[in-house]
């Protein structure tokens, strides 16, 4: 029997398998996106955890580095408290890592024992005991150990960025029990992770156990008159070399250092609305090579501070990177610098154009001071740093603290036993160490962490 269908049910058959199809391709697609989302945001994820255990490794480091050469109980306490908090960090980040198929319990084991070992030492400090020679020595192979595991985690960074190793894969495959996938873009870096904290030192001791930036009111700009948007304008464009028909309006700064911004599409320059003091200027373009030399970049940006009527102000550090010279300055007067009065200025060295100042520091702190003299004298200084240390030079200078106040302080200039420069900070009322910060010198330029 033959059975014939007309034209229209036929259409509505065919329609329907059309939309049919449709529906499932949809719902096919869609269930697609979904996990390519959910697969990215694991990998996000992934990044996140190894970026902030990257972070936390060099902080370990410093803190380690910086313990070593500690003088008086009361630093060595701050310095292990902040130890302890970033080597927990560090196993946080660590934990939320997907390396289950690997054996990282030498690893996790460090970092464990840091933590253990900073409290130690914290309470060594609270009860104002020194450290021994044993004890400096346990930091300075722990330092090593904490550099060694850097060194392996910026191969990681690199692969991951890079795409040479897809870590969001990993979670997947483990799941899936996927044993013959190649995972040695990890495991190798791993593995030499392993081998050298295999050897970390025993540590004995008595129990199984980042930069703060607050609001101030900016000195600079007490008893300063209000200028106008166009007078700001005015000074923007002067400050930046930028024609004024160039810049563009932009949002008003709000807070106590309230600015108007102006901008181009690579450029912005912030002006103060008391005062009209240039806050900030940033131009966004690439410096090809360097023409200039490390003298005449410092020169230009010396000239740039005076065309802005910024004296008493002295170069410290500086750093070149990517054919930029960026110079730190900090206001010194009477003999005295003071490191809380702070303005970066960066210049172009294929051309010596400023594309960079940066005065927030010194707007928030200048002012004028009476600063009584020390109390405590320059031999009774020297004699509370560590003995690992040799004292070249020494100056006075005002520091910042933990609690935004200001210090007066003998800052000395040390080489430790193996010729590195290390500032150690001495109050100069109470005899307290302060700070210690380590010097970093490179062909780039000179920095302190």
């Known amino acids: 029997m033959n059975i014939r269908l007309s034209k229209r049910p036929f259409i509505r058959i065919i329609s329907f398998a059309i939309a049919i199809t449709v529906i499932l391709s949809s719902l096919a697609v869609g269930n697609y996106m979904k996990f390519k989302d959910s697969e990215m945001k694991v990998e996000h994820s992934y990044l996140r955890s190894i970026d902030n255990l990257a972070d936390y490794m060099t902080s370990i480091d410093k803190i380690l580095t910086k313990s070593m050469y500690v003088g008086t109980p009361e630093l060595l306490t701050v310095l292990s408290t902040n130890l302890w908090k970033s080597s927990s960090n560090a ?75 897809a870590i969001g894969e990993v979670k997947s495959d483990i799941d ?28 004995i001791y008595d129990g199984p156990y980042s930069d703060h930036i607050m609001e101030k009111s900016p000195e600079k700009l007490i008893g300063l008159e209000e200028i106008s948007r166009e007078q700001a304008k005015e000074k ?69 501070l005076k065309s802005l009527e910024i004296n008493n102000i002295i170069p410290t550090y500086h750093e070149i990177k990517n054919n930029i010279m960026t110079i730190n300055y900090a206001h010194e007067i009477d003999g005295i610098i ?40 320059i031999e009774k200084a020297v004699n509370v740093i560590s003995p690992l240390l040799k004292v070249e030079d020494i100056k006075l200078a005002v520091i910042p603290t933990n609690n935004v106040q200001e210090e007066l302080t ?25 700070d210690i910060l380590i010097l970093i010198i490179t062909e780039e330029g000179i920095l302190t962490v």
Do not use: H, W
């Open 91 to 165: 196993k946080l980040s660590l934990s939320q890592l997907p390396v289950e198929f690997l054996n990282l319990s030498e690893v996790y084991k460090f970092l464990s024992q840091v933590g253990e070992y900073a409290i130690y030492i914290a309470k060594k400090g609270t009860n104002g005991l020194e450290i021994s020679e044993e004890e400096r020595l346990n930091m300075k192979s722990l330092a090593e150990l904490s550099r060694s595991l850097m060194d392996q985690l910026m191969i990681l960074q690199d692969g991951i960025y890079t795409g040479s190793i």
């Open 236 to 304: 923007a464009s002067k400050v930046s070399g930028i024609d004024i028909s160039d810049l563009q309006d932009d949002y008003d700064e709000q807070g106590k250092m309230s600015s108007y911004r102006f901008k181009t599409d690579q450029s912005n320059v912030s002006i103060t609305k008391y005062g009209g003091l240039v806050s900030y200027m940033v131009k966004n373009r690439d410096v090809s090579n360097q023409s200039l030399t490390n003298e005449n970049s410092l020169k230009v940006a010396g000239q740039y």
């Open 410 to 434: 003998y800052q000395l200039t040390c080489k430790t036993e193996d010729d590195k420069p290390i500032l150690v900070y001495i109050n100069a009322y109470s005899g307290k160490e302060e």
């Open 176 to 203: 899936s029990q996927d044993d013959n996938r190649n995972y040695s873009g990890i495991s190798d870096n791993i593995s030499d992770i392993q081998e050298k904290f295999s050897s970390y030192p025993k540590l």
């Open 338 to 377: 003071y490191y809380t009065d702070l303005i970066k200025v960066s210049i172009a060295m294929d051309s010596g154009e400023v594309i960079g100042f940066d005065a927030r520091g010194y707007i928030v702190n200048n002012k004028e001071r009476k600063i009584l003299p020390p109390i405590v004298s």
